[in-house]
């Protein structure tokens, strides 16, 4: 799995509590703790999607363009992440006489093909604002904003 996804969550549960404020990527990158050209990539994506909206020019950025309770994780995922749970490398050699070696690689693309296949049902159950209510529920405040 990428880091890919996790930023993405985040900066979407970001603009979700804050509603009507447009975000830059500067601000976003400081509160995910990465860097904002990392961030314009991600966010590149999920405007294709139609996750956020953008506005340049001064007082531009991003801004939610969906309701956090509609977007699953899973969407989110598909979007971002889909097919980071296999790993690229994989053991064993088709060509080799060991039984073992032979069929490694197709054994394990099946299982990671089924783990993903459960890991997207169980983040169908779950939300852009599932997400920010978990956090809520946490402790601290957000970039000078007081918790809603």
Excluded at 11 to 27: D, T
Excluded at 107 to 117: K, N, P, S, Y
Aim: with cysteine.
């Amino acid at each position: 799995m990428n880091s890919e996804f996790t930023i993405a969550v985040h900066s979407l549960a970001l603009l979700a509590h804050l509603p009507g404020h447009m975000a830059s990527s500067e601000l976003i990158a400081q509160n995910v703790c990465t860097n904002p050209a990392r961030i314009r990539k991600i966010m590149g994506i999920l405007r294709k999607n139609g996750f956020v909206k953008t506005k340049e020019g001064v007082g531009g950025g991003y801004m939610l363009a969906c309701d956090p309770g509609d977007v699953t994780l899973a969407a989110i995922y598909r979007s971002i992440s889909t097919g980071t749970l296999k790993p690229h490398w994989c053991s064993g050699d088709p060509k080799e006489a060991c039984l073992v070696s032979a069929n490694m690689h197709g054994v394990m693309d099946q299982i990671f093909t089924e783990a993903e296949l459960y890991y997207t049902k169980y983040l169908e159950q779950l939300t852009i604002q599932t997400v920010l209510d978990k956090v809520r529920q946490g402790q601290g405040q957000c970039q000078g904003q007081n918790r809603q």
